[in-house]
């Protein structure tokens, strides 16, 4: 059983200006789009209805819907469009600032270009932040199923772009990895996250879903991560737990994901967020991957409120964690975190 939501809370939620760390814009695309783009592109689905593609039984199995989901998004064009309903439907549930994941591997080994890609997303998230005032910045991820190799191709890439002031690429803050934790070590990929960092790229990472704490902290020593996507087994090292509270090093977690794609655990009221928060991890909430998980931001936060019988100001101190472990300046966080607070007054739902 679940604390039902007070009466104007869910409102007030949904309102709520609320920043996002661990979303990957793949993870958006709403089921028309995939359609619509599967039979321009000559890509066959296995279904008529994607939202049939949509169950999981394991982190893998859900793998291999988003790939095909990957699949069908070929031309600049159909990045553009899926950036820009990706934007405008996290604004229509209070989101304001986004850091958004996009992995090319895939594409990139089909013989598309990261040019085409970048600028195709730049296309869409312009026009999305003109129309609703979101903002939203890119993190290229790697694809570990990809393997190291390609991930060090990937940011040369990045890099190269960069020298040649190519459209859009002042939107990708950072790079991180993702896809599958089994039968992968961090260290790996130590050379492309070296070579990122040494040109100013903030740098996150995909750990502790499928793997243990020693895995979490090698994110941080080997790759100089400065935030982990996930983190779930971090409390079953007390030290590992201690080391991430003392240096405030960000965990964007996805409790509704872990539910519907990891399996991690039976329900939302047994999830380790509000654990990870009791021990003064900077633990943040996210949606990872709403389009698939019939998801959003206000449903995720509401859903995470009633789980764990928390109130208006908890929620809202979560939403000023997200503010805190962005990668914006300094001077962005500030108006950020003045327009959370602002709206802590403004919002208040009514004593319940
Ligand atoms: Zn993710």
Redesign the pocket.
């Known amino acids: 059983m679940t604390a039902p939501v007070v009466p104007g809370l869910a409102e007030a939620l949904e309102a709520l200006p609320k920043v996002e760390l661990?979303?990957?814009v793949e993870?958006t695309m709403r089921p028309a789009t995939v359609s619509d783009l599967a039979a321009a592109n000559e890509v066959d689905l296995p279904v008529a209805d994607p939202t049939e593609l949509y169950r999981y039984d394991s982190l893998d199995g859900f793998l291999r819907v988003f790939w095909l989901v990957q699949s069908v998004l070929v031309t600049q064009g159909d990045w553009a469009r899926l950036a820009y309903e990706s934007a405008v439907d996290g604004a229509a549930h209070g989101l304001v600032y986004r850091e958004s994941?996009f992995t090319p591997a895939r594409h990139l080994a089909a013989g598309r270009t990261l040019a085409e890609v970048v600028a195709g997303l730049d296309e869409g998230l312009a026009a999305a932040e003109a129309e609703t005032g979101v903002r939203v910045a890119l993190i290229l991820?790697f694809d570990r199923d990809f393997g190291a190799a390609a991930a060090e191709e990937t940011v040369d890439a990045l890099l190269a772009l960069r020298r040649a002031g190519a459209t859009g690429v002042e939107r990708v803050v950072g790079v991180g990895y993702?896809s599958t934790e089994i039968g992968q070590e961090p260290g790996w990929y130590a050379e492309a996250f070296r070579r990122a960092g040494a040109a100013g790229l903030r740098r996150t990472a995909?750990q502790g879903?499928d793997s243990g704490p020693e895995a979490i902290a090698a994110c941080v020593d080997l790759l100089g991560a400065e935030r982990i996507?996930?983190g779930l087994s971090i409390l079953e090292d007390p030290d590992v737990t201690s080391r991430f509270v003392d240096d405030q090093i960000a965990l964007?977690v996805?409790p509704s994901?872990n539910i519907r794609i990891a399996n991690a655990f039976p329900t939302l009221a047994e999830h380790v967020f509000p654990e990870m928060r009791h021990r003064g991890l900077l633990a943040t909430l996210?949606t990872?991957?709403p389009a698939l998980t019939d998801l959003d931001l206000g449903r995720e936060y509401r859903a995470v409120a009633s789980a764990f019988g928390w109130g208006w100001d908890t929620m809202v101190d979560i939403a000023l964690d997200g503010v805190a472990a962005c990668w914006l300046p300094d001077d962005g966080k500030a108006v950020l975190r003045a327009r959370v607070e602002d709206a802590r007054t403004t919002l208040r739902p009514p004593p319940g």
């Open positions: 661990h979303c990957h993870g994941f991820d993702d995909h879903e996507d996930h964007t996805c994901s996210n990872d991957d």
